[in-house]
């Protein structure tokens, strides 16, 4: 199994937003410093490398549990509501994020399906008629597959810098989700409206970031196939 830094990356940090969350529903606030120095044993203090250690093993966990749930979240509630990136990318419904190469990749995808080359233009017309959700998850999972025979390494090495920028948001912004209903719980009757706001404010512009990030992995995978 190839490892690299980003499989670390895309756990260790969301989790450590996870771990804050749960610190705040276990301490409260305001902090009571004195009553968290009383919960950490004597010895522990005097081994900061394990406790380092065990809280970068945990932020890992926790990062790997949200990396899951995500998922989970964004298949069943966002993609189920607003469509796949795959579904907005061919059917041209992205307003900023587009793929000017729509036609091509769609030909080329129903070509090997078996469409004949004759047929490809009736083919093409009616497949953009009645492009749902199901039939571009189906393209896409095609493109997925195809991309693999693609022989430009450079092709393949974008892929995947996108494949991690996109996880890496994705588990950011559930991560700042649960932060935020911990701290909202833990917090609920100091909470300045300011902070609620701002922190609100974050989890918008990560949302946003999700699915930028989403847009351009996706169509990567469809371009990929194709170019």
Known sequence: MKFRFEDFLKNILPGMVVFMGIVFLYVGYPFDFASIEQKIPTNAKELSEIILLLFLVISYLLGYFNDAFGSWGEHYVIYRIWGTPSYKLLNGKGKRIKMVQTRQVIEYLLQKEGVAVAQLDAAYNACVAALDKGRAAEFFKLANELKDENDK?????KIDDFYYSY????????SSIFCFISV???CRHDLNWIFEAVFLL???????????QSLYYSRSILLGCRF
């Open 153 to 157: 390494s450079s092709i393949l090495s």
């Open 167 to 174: 996880i890496f948001s994705r588990n950011l912004f559930f």
């Open 184 to 186: 909202t719980i833990a």
């Open 202 to 212: 974050i989890i918008v512009v990560l949302g946003f970031r999700r699915r930028d």
